[in-house]
């Protein structure tokens, strides 16, 4: 059951393409972090399929040998494909596929809470993957949802648009209700902004179990059953 509208999930991203770049630059301590996190699961010169894909920056920074992106956003497909000509990007739906192929990763970085049907595009993942396949996912923890919420409001941050984050049993029950095993189920990124000193530490602490549930996003990693 789709929960949003995919063409206000379009035009939405469609409306930021031209300035997602720069307001990720605004938080780059935290992109650099994320970019981290996805090559400790992914070997560089694999097959790479990233869903949501935006401008391509995750995609192309892990260096795939073969490297495909996915948006639901012509607008951000045409930017990445401009700033990347050695990878391909398509505007998909991941929901309806446009094909079958089975790539070595599959990337869905910060995209699930903004998935129209987040139980179609599970189904439509396995177009892409075979039982060597590893998903690797990210998202952020419902517990920062104020916070990041303010942020928006004071232009601190770019506007989600239609968005629902889900909680890390959440996330594990979608995941294992579609047909797949997860791997790896865990808090990362403690402090989300760059802090002298204290936040490389505490970041490095995100993986105790204390605070693993303050964690600012969820790593999940999973295979087809």
């Known amino acids: 059951m789709e929960r949003f509208d995919p063409k206000a999930v379009q035009g939405h991203f469609d409306s930021i393409a031209n300035r997602y770049d720069e307001g990720k630059a605004r938080q780059s301590r935290y992109w650099r972090t994320l970019v981290s996190i996805y090559r400790e699961f992914v070997c560089e010169g694999s097959s790479v399929l990233e869903v949501g894909c935006g401008t391509g920056s995750l ?3 892990l260096r795939p040998r073969r ?3 996915l948006d639901l ?3 951000m497909v045409e930017a990445a494909a401009k700033k990347h000509p050695d990878l391909e ?3 998909e739906d991941i929901a309806r596929p446009s094909g079958k192929e089975a790539f070595g990763f599959i990337l869905l970085c910060d995209v699930i809470e903004h998935l129209p049907d987040p139980a179609a595009a599970l189904e439509g993942i396995k177009s892409y993957a075979d039982r060597d396949t590893r998903i690797v996912l990210t998202s952020v923890n419902p517990l920062w ?3 990041l919420h303010l942020a928006e409001t004071l232009s601190l941050k770019l506007p989600e648009g239609e968005h629902e984050w889900l909680s890390l049993p959440e ?3 979608l995941i294992e209700g579609h047909g797949f095993r997860v791997e790896t189920a865990e808090g990362r990124i403690l402090l989300p902004f760059g802090v002298p000193l204290g ?3 505490l970041n490095r602490l995100s993986r105790t179990p204390l605070l693993r549930r ?3 996003v969820y790593a999940v990693v999973f295979r087809l059953a």
């Open 89 to 91: 990007f398509r505007a």
């Open 73 to 75: 956003s012509p607008a």
């Open 59 to 61: 995609l192309a920074g």
């Open 214 to 216: 303050l964690c600012f």
């Open 145 to 147: 949802a104020g916070a």
């Open 199 to 201: 936040d490389g530490i």
């Open 171 to 173: 996330l594990r029950a």
């Open 67 to 69: 490297g495909v992106g």
